[in-house]
């Protein structure tokens, strides 16, 4: 069990590009969310998965984010036409579905800046 | 809406006891959690509760009351590594949806 792992740790790009990160969960948790998270604020929820079933989204996310997870075990989110007000944190938790469900364990994170 | 209330800033001295409350109005409630996030990492788990009373776990305890919509992390024998960011946060479906609070920043002084 190595955790929760996210790629790139860190990502500069400019505005109007599109991005795309990638969270690996840990293997036998079959439930991966996704937060954003400002400087001084706590996550805020983006959207959230069951094996590959997109199960909820926040309606706060814009038509310009989404989010995969294929067969189950990875997942990308991506953010097209980037915009400054992007610039945050994009952490990647999971949980598993049976048994210690409140517990989420949350990758590093990836810093994205949008210049 | 959903809305969680923490103070902004705690401050203490090592060895010391610390409370942090946490209030909550959400469209449901399926439990409280916290978490603490040391500047530069990623929000590591604490404690839960789902129903009310005390939950110990070691130094730190956590506290919930549902017919008051709050609860409490409780800090003790309070070390210098204990200075980080705490959230509480609230599942308010369930298997779903997390909703945080917006931390609190606790500065453990010598």
């Known amino acids: 069990d190595t955790g929760v792992s996210q790629n790139p740790r860190h990502k500069i790009t400019k505005r109007g590009q599109n991005v795309t990160f990638r969270c690996d969960p840990i293997?036998?948790?079959?439930?991966l969310y996704w937060y954003r998270q400002t400087l001084g604020q706590g996550p805020e929820f983006l959207t959230y998965f069951q094996n590959e079933a997109q199960l909820e989204k926040s309606r706060l996310l814009s038509d310009r984010f989404s989010a995969e997870r294929p067969k189950g075990s990875f997942s990308t989110l991506e953010i097209q036409r980037t915009e400054q007000g992007d610039s945050a944190m994009y952490l990647c938790?999971?949980?598993?579905?049976?048994?210690?469900?409140?517990?989420?364990?949350f990758g590093p994170g990836t810093r994205l800046t949008v210049l | 809406g959903q809305s969680l209330e923490q103070p902004s800033e705690v401050t203490a001295v090592e060895g010391a006891i610390v409370q942090i409350n946490c209030t909550y109005q959400?469209?449901?409630?399926?439990?409280l959690s916290w978490y603490q996030q040391h500047d530069g990492g990623a929000p590591t788990f604490l404690s839960y509760n789902g129903l009310d009373g005390l939950e110990e776990t070691g130094r730190f305890s956590s506290f919930l009351s549902r017919s008051d919509s709050y609860g409490y992390l409780l800090l003790q024998e309070l070390q210098m590594k204990d200075s980080a960011s705490y959230f509480c946060?609230?599942?308010?479906?369930?298997?779903?949806?997390?909703?945080f609070g917006p931390g609190t920043r606790l500065s453990v002084l010598p």
């Open positions: 293997s036998e948790h079959n439930r």
């Open positions: 938790a999971s949980t598993p579905t049976w048994g210690d469900t409140d517990t989420q364990y």
């Open positions: 946060a609230v599942r308010v479906r369930y298997g779903q949806n997390f909703v």
């Open positions: 959400t469209s449901g409630f399926y439990g």
